[in-house]
């Protein structure tokens, strides 16, 4: 398992550490837990993965946002999935991590790692796009937390 971490933004502070900690112990909950779906024709060991955690400021994040979804506004987070060797980029923004932790009164690190946690399961095949995965990918978000 390979996890790299850049912090691209200099705005909010990133606990880098701990982020790396808690991607770990998730991913391990995840094999341990057999709650990897299917991608292609492979199951997803934890070993196998290898992928960046990039934080950005909210224009570089509006930029991707609208570039690659069409949204004129920095989302919180982005995960870009390469491929079956389950390998790919997790892209936050700490800023909005920072305004939406206020709203739900929560710390920013604890934002930050949700949305890591996010990220995660997108890359572990989970999806958000329909109202049941949408329930079932909050259920997983909350069991790794």
Not at 74 to 90: C, H, K, R, W, Y
Not at 121 to 130: E, I, Q, R, S, V
């Amino acid at each position: 398992m390979e996890i790299t971490l850049k912090n691209l933004q200099k705005k909010t502070p990133v606990p880098q550490a701990k982020i790396l900690k808690a991607a770990k112990a998730a991913i391990r909950k995840l094999e341990k837990r057999g709650h990897f779906k299917e991608k292609g024709h492979i199951k997803c060991p934890f070993l196998s993965f290898s992928f960046s955690i990039v934080f950005v400021g909210t224009k570089r994040m509006r930029a991707i946002d609208k570039k690659y979804l069409g949204h004129d506004y920095a989302t919180d987070v982005l995960t870009f999935d390469f491929g079956e060797s389950l390998q790919g980029e997790i892209i936050i923004c700490p800023h909005v991590a920072s305004v939406h932790a206020k709203a739900h009164q929560t710390s920013t690190e604890n934002e930050i790692i949700l949305y890591v946690i996010h990220g995660i399961l997108h890359l572990a095949g989970f999806d958000d796009h329909k109202p049941h995965d949408t329930l079932q990918m909050r259920r997983m978000e909350e069991e790794l937390l």
